[in-house]
Each structure stands twice: as structure tokens, then as C-alpha cells.
């Protein structure tokens, strides 16, 4: 046996013996973070075969959905596009189907969407999937709102609900909350966050009817300068964002109060998480 193939033999050992553990552990888990009936949970995930998890991905979301209760709720990102940016999406010129189009946001994601009670939003580049006690209140309207992650979208109901969020096995970068406290500190910036003009997307929803939606798309110069590490280094330092691991799976997770709350003092403080380019005087 060669020295990777003993390596892997022993991952996988370990995934299932020292690593093992099952959905009791994980509703655990999640009660000690924070987790509670009536609680808004907003979960970024991926399925590693080493995770150490005893089951399928069903099992999670319905540990998950355990977790919140049904007068809580549980959230999921669902793009249904990956590796591409948001103007490559829309410039395909496919239709975003609230119904049909899979979540690329991985297994769990997907599993979740088709399972029973799940809503879906009628956004054109980010659509979630809710579920709980107020799930379509929760998801109406984001085909009018021209920032997807904007102040009128329904990433800003998850900060009116202090959600928490949630990574397994996600890093904090996969947190699509941090584009709505961009899009909150975009004032703070001497480049303009958007792209300058409305892509036009098309969204067909529950009932089989096209809508066409205008939608902004995150500007070039702004992914390109965007410093992300700053930002999580500062939410570390102060004890805001959390990680820890349940068998060989890695947890992640923030309140998203506390998230913009923090981030904007870290700006406020005179850092920021973009570079700034020369014109415009750099900071640190």
C-alpha cells in the first residue's frame, strides 16, 4: 500500500469510528451554538464524504429543520449557477425557475429545496429557500428588488430576525450576508459597489409565468479589490465569529447583528475590508 493510499484508508477509518457522528449529536450541536425552537437559522454547506456524518444529506436538513421548529426558520441559498459571477449568470440569458432550476449551492441546499414546505424567492441571481412559520413573508418581493442583497431584499429581514448563520463544512466567505452589509457600507467606498447599469434577468415563477426583473450586479473593480480576510480577522478578534468542529465537519457561525455591527465599526474605525485604489488614497 502506497503512503497515500494508507493516508486515505485512515481518513476513512477515522470518518467512521473517532470522527462518527449522527443527527442526536448535530441537533446538540446546534442547541449549544445558539439554536432554539422559534430560532431563524441561515445554513451555507458542503457534503464531505469524510465529514464523519452517519447518514445522507436528508438527514441533515432534517436535523436542521428539528432545529428551528416550525415556528422558527430555516434558510438557504440557491443559486442556481456556480463558478460564474453574477453578470456571467444573467448574460447566459437562462431563465431562473423558481420550480425547476437545481440550487448549485451544493447537495444540501438542493435536498432542501425539493423537500416539503420549502419556498423558494424569485430572484433572478439570488434566490433563497426558506422554511418555517412565515416563510413566503419572509421571501416576497425579492424579484423587485433591484440589489439582490439590498436593504429592501430579504437579507436585510435577516438582520430585523438576528439570524444566525451558519457554515458546515462552509467557510465564512460563502456567507452571502456579507453582501448585504456591503451594500449597507457602500457609501463608505470612493468606487461604486454596483455595476452602473440594470441587468435584465428572467425569473419564471410558481405558477409558470415569465417575469422579466432588473437587477444590479456587484461591480468588477469591487470583487477585484474586495480584502475579505481583513474583515474576518477583526469579527475573530473581537469574539463575534465563531468556529468549531462536530466530528470531521467544521463549523462557522456569526449572528448577523453582530456581524454588521461589527463590520461597520471596523470601517468606522478607519480600515476597511477593500483596498482603495491610488486615486483615491489608500487605507489600511
Known sequence: ???????????????????????????????????????????????????????????????????????????????????????????????????????????????????????RSLSVTHPLLAWGRDADAFVAGHEVA???????????????????????DAPFSTFTYTHFVEDQLAATLPFPLYEPDLHAGVVIDRAGERRTCAVRVLAAQANKLRREPRLVAHLDKVGVLHHGKLGNTRLTWIRAADHSRESARFVAGGAHFFDFPETAGARP
Open 146 to 168: 433591484e440589489k439582490p442583497f439590498g436593504g429592501e431584499s430579504p437579507f436585510a429581514r435577516l438582520l430585523e430576525r438576528n439570524a444566525l448563520i451558519l457554515g458546515f
Open 1 to 119: 500500500m502506497s503512503l497515500g493510499a494508507l493516508k486515505q484508508w485512515v481518513k476513512e477509518s477515522a470518518a467512521k469510528t473517532i470522527w462518527a457522528y449522527g443527527p442526536k449529536e448535530l441537533a446538540s450541536r446546534l442547541r449549544e451554538i445558539g439554536v432554539t425552537p422559534g430560532s431563524t437559522l441561515v445554513v451555507h454547506s458542503s457534503w464531505l464524504p469524510l465529514s464523519g456524518f452517519k447518514g445522507k444529506p436528508a438527514d441533515v436538513v432534517r436535523t436542521f429543520k428539528e432545529a428551528v421548529g416550525p415556528e422558527g426558520l430555516l434558510v438557504m441559498m440557491s443559486m442556481p449557477y456556480h463558478n460564474m459571477s453574477s453578470a456571467q449568470w444573467l448574460a447566459t440569458g437562462k431563465p431562473m425557475n423558481v420550480a425547476r432550476s437545481p440550487s448549485m449551492m451544493g447537495i444540501v441546499s438542493e435536498v432542501f429545496r425539493r423537500s416539503a414546505g420549502v419556498v
